[in-house]
């Protein structure tokens, strides 16, 4: 005779809606109290800002016994240098000779030869201011020519934590840093950054074509060119 084995279940203690709701904003509230308020990161924009600050760029020439003679190698440097100066350019372009061999020979030579440059580019109007800068006297002392421009400051985005310290669920302190670096080295005018350009003048004589067409009941778009034509239907 087999002896059966007391069973026992165990008691199902049920709780009532409120009770687990007060449990579960106790746990909330107990698991809060051990982390940190972190505020959140401004926009990119604000953070990394493109700063456009004022530079001066400038080219020595040496002038040799018989005065100021260009090789070709300083031809070509004259050449792109004032390019630049004809493209992003800030006021006048100056010529600045020693003060220890300043003569108006000297000046004078610079000058013809930066007027000839500038004027094959189309800027012969262009102006120039010429001076005299102090050196030691015998010294081997250039000419000087220089002219201001406009310019994007570096960014530095040196990283100064970890990516993964993102406890909070917000970036990386310096996030987006990189991409306003490059778009800062990319700007070939940064007083795109300052003034919007101008608009230029409104062409009469179309504004004109197209208020007749419009008294008339006529279409005011130009008419396209039968080449240019595409039906994107049929055969």
Known sequence: MRKQKNQFKPERRVFPRAKLATLAITAVLAVGGCTTYQPSYAPSV???????????????????????????????????????????????????VPSSGATSKGVAQAQSIVQSYLGRMGRGGANLQTGQYQAKPGGDAPVIVSYRRLTTAPIDCSQGASLTHTSNNQPYGNFGCAQ??????????????????????????????VIDNYNVGDATSTKRPVGQEVSAGGD
Do not use: C, W
């Not at 990394?48 to 300083?74: F, M, P």
């Not at 390019?83 to 992003?88: D, P």
């Not at 670096?181 to 004109?208: G, K, S, W």
């Open 46 to 96: 604000l953070r990394n800002k493109i700063t456009v600050a004022e530079t001066v760029e400038r080219l020595e020439l040496y002038a040799g016994q018989a005065g100021l003679h260009l090789s070709a190698r300083d031809e070509d440097a004259v050449a792109s240098f004032l390019s630049q100066y004809a493209a992003t350019g800030q006021g006048p372009l100056y010529i600045n």
């Open 180 to 209: 306003t670096a490059n778009l800062a080295a990319l700007i070939d005018n940064p007083m795109q950054l300052l003034a919007p350009y101008d608009f230029d003048n409104a062409y009469a004589v179309r504004r004109m074509t």
